[in-house]
């Protein structure tokens, strides 16, 4: 159906359309997982629960940039693209291996293990895009 899909909206035809739908579509998962985590960071300790919840968000957004960074590695970019490309699968691959090992850590309370995710979020450079690819993947702008 995704090839249909990308077909009919012309993104079948031109390697860089079909290349920024795949980065947009891994731009949205990216924001939405870190919207979660937003939220949750910012929740007040109601229980004892919030050490579990945060680690669970945590969790997901780590297997949100791992699957970001698979999927743009299959994403067979054009060549303008390419170095733009690996940079950005293997700062998520590396951001989404931290953020598991930081999710997997005992930690003693919810202000650790936020202190340490966000020491992990705030180390991600994300790449200067090639000219032209923020306009084709709005979801991807700062």
């Known amino acids: 159906m995704l090839v249909t899909v990308l077909t009919a909206s012309g ?5 860089e359309k079909r290349y920024a ?3 947009d579509g891994v731009c949205a998962d990216v924001r939405s997982a870190l919207t979660a985590y937003a939220d949750a960071a910012t929740r007040p300790v109601k229980d004892g629960g919030q ?6 968000t945590v969790q997901q957004v780590a297997r949100t940039f791992t699957r970001g960074a698979s999927g743009l590695r299959d994403a067979d970019p054009p060549g303008a693209f390419a170095a733009f490309n690996a ?3 293997d ?3 590396t951001a989404g291996t931290r ?11 919810a202000d650790e293990l936020l202190d ?15 000219p032209g690819l923020e306009a084709r993947a709005p979801r991807c702008r700062a």
Do not use: F, K, M, V
């Open 11 to 15: 993104c079948g035809t031109d390697p």
């Open 21 to 23: 739908a795949t980065l």
């Open 51 to 56: 050490n579990q919840r945060l680690t669970e």
């Open 87 to 89: 940079s950005t699968a």
């Open 91 to 93: 700062g998520l691959q």
């Open 99 to 109: 953020l598991r090992e930081i999710a997997a850590a005992p930690a003693t309370d």
């Open 116 to 130: 340490a995710t966000q020491n992990a979020l705030g180390a991600l450079e994300a790449p200067e895009p090639p």
